[in-house]
């Protein structure tokens, strides 16, 4: 069990993870590659309560690209109407676990009937206080990314305020510490365009596990392989030992 390996007092309080294999799950099985997606619901629910459970304050999602929308029609189509009725139905899952639920992303591009589930369970979560769980929809960081240069040059901002904390308050997750730990399954070892500018000191974790196979268990694992890392931030081994 990794849960009793966890030293609570040094948790992640931003975790990002990349749920990615539902297509080869599902191929394994002999199903279509939609059969993975519903598949990767109940893996969801799980990381989600364990991540709760254990006191972490942001989840962030990573549950579809912008680059996904290059998919055949009939799978994003699907996507799509899995993604309505999960946020249906896991609503009552969220309040259950006093869960707040946020999104990232061109939310607007999405189809109408997905903004307005979504939205109507953001209000209905919003006070909930124990973990804020993010869902990355329609997300590409390079979009992000520009969305923030364009908007601190209409507000005329001058050279000289620009750093990085202001930089970080015009990105959508803004307000959100960066994840410490970000997490990707299925065996791939890339970014794919997900949160360039807030991973730049996060710790990446991959494993082969395909996401609809993932539970809290696998989290916990990841967490406390995090934990026995030393984070230098460029320093040396000895300064930071010293620092602890
Ligand atoms: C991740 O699984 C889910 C989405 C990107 C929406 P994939 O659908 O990418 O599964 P693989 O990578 O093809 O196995
Ligand atoms: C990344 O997975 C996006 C999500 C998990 C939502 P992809 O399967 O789309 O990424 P690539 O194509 O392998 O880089
Ligand atoms: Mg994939």
């Keep these: ?69 290059d998919r055949p029609k009939k799978e994003v189509d699907a996507l799509m109407s899995l993604l309505v009725s999960t946020i249906n139905k896991e609503t009552t899952t969220l309040m259950d676990n006093n869960i707040k639920l946020t999104a990232i992303g061109d939310l607007n591009s999405l189809p109408k009937k997905c903004q307005e589930e979504l939205q109507e369970s953001i209000e209905k979560t919003k006070n909930n206080t124990r973990t804020t769980v993010i869902l990355a929809l329609s997300y590409s960081s390079r979009w992000e990314i520009l969305n923030a240069i364009k908007q601190i040059v209409k507000e ?23 994840p410490e730990l970000l997490i990707r399954t299925s065996g791939e070892q890339r970014i794919s365009n997900f949160l360039l500018w807030q991973i730049a000191y996060s710790e990446l974790y991959f494993t082969d596990v395909l996401w609809p196979d993932f539970r809290r268990e696998d989290l916990f694992e990841a967490i406390v392989k995090y934990q026995i890392r030393e984070r230098r931030f460029g320093k040396t081994s000895e300064q930071i030992k010293e620092e602890n």
């Design 156 to 178: 005329g901002i001058k050279e000289d305020q620009v750093n990085e904390n202001l930089f970080s308050q015009y990105l959508t997750t803004k307000g959100v510490p960066n």
């Design 1 to 69: 069990m990794f849960k009793e390996k966890i030293d609570t007092n040094n948790l992640p309080k931003h975790i990002a993870i990349t749920m990615d294999g539902n297509g080869r799950w599902a191929k394994t099985k002999g199903k279509f590659r939609i059969f993975g997606h519903k598949s990767g619901v109940k893996a969801v629910r799980d990381t989600v309560e364990g991540a709760a459970e254990i006191g972490i304050d942001f989840l962030t999602l990573y549950a579809f690209s912008t680059e996904n929308w």
